[in-house]
């Protein structure tokens, strides 16, 4: 009653294409309703090699990075097609700088940090009414249906690009609404300082407050993708 999806690299296509369903079919078990078929992976365009020093161990590589960043570079560039995939070390430098850090990592560093520093590591309530709050919230899930299926597909790209869609939208919605600004603290007619505007205070916990639920769902949904990532980001939400 399961459903049975076979990952393979192309090497193996005869034998799980042809002779393992057969032998499964003899033995009387359920074959594989699918069979997911990955193409081979090179280093800067070229096959691993030791003597052109393409040849790239997971000890190695282990010594150096997060495995965390190798998953999310793989995932922006698989899909369920039989394409080989190049890990290009620039490539790879320059997309966790700006995708992975300079979306989601500083979307979630704003908003906490100002969340600890300016309301005591607490969220309130946020404003559904708002025509802003709205839009983003629809888009989010309407995404998420998108992405769930793209999972399921093995469309690992468009998943990524989907989430860090997400995330410029995060990103966006507390560049406009700058709660720095509504915190600043006003100076008297003498140039004393005095204390933060009430109202302008509340208006920030509440886009705060709604950027904190925005970050808690694309930890949702990079989870696969990004396990200890998601997990890490839970802990420090509190959730």
């Known amino acids: 009653k399961s459903e049975i999806i076979h990952v393979i690299g192309k090497d193996i296509v005869y034998f799980h294409y042809l002779f393992w369903p057969a032998m499964l079919e003899n033995a009387g078990i359920k074959q594989p309703d699918q069979i997911m ?3 081979f992976l090179t280093v800067n ?3 691993m090699s030791k003597s052109r020093g393409t040849f790239v161990t997971a000890r190695h590589y282990l010594d150096y990075l997060d495995p965390q960043y190798l998953r999310f570079y793989y995932a922006a560039n698989l899909t369920s097609r039989m394409e080989d995939i190049d890990l290009d070390i620039k490539d790879f430098k320059t997309r966790i700088n700006t ?3 300079g979306n989601l990592g500083n979307f979630g560093y704003r908003t906490i940090s100002f969340l600890n520093k300016n309301f005591d590591n607490k969220i309130g309530e946020f404003d559904v009414e708002d025509k802003d709050v709205q839009k983003i919230i629809n888009q989010f899930t309407e995404k998420a ?3 769930r299926k793209d999972y399921h597909d ?5 998943v990524v690009k989907e989430i860090l869609h997400l995330g410029s939208l995060g990103n966006k919605y507390f560049q406009d609404n700058a709660p720095w600004a509504l915190l600043k603290v006003e100076k008297d007619e ?3 300082e005095g204390k933060v505007d009430k109202d302008k205070k509340e208006k920030a916990h509440k886009v705060l407050s709604f950027c904190f639920h925005l970050l808690k769902n694309l930890g949702i949904l990079i989870s696969p993708i990004m396990p200890k990532f998601a997990e890490n980001l839970q802990k420090q939400l509190g959730v």
């Open 154 to 158: 093995f469309e690992f790209r468009e």
């Open 45 to 47: 365009r070229e096959k």
């Open 145 to 147: 249906v998108k992405i």
């Open 37 to 39: 078929t990955h193409g």
């Open 99 to 101: 995708e992975l850090i």
């Open 190 to 192: 003498n140039g004393n």
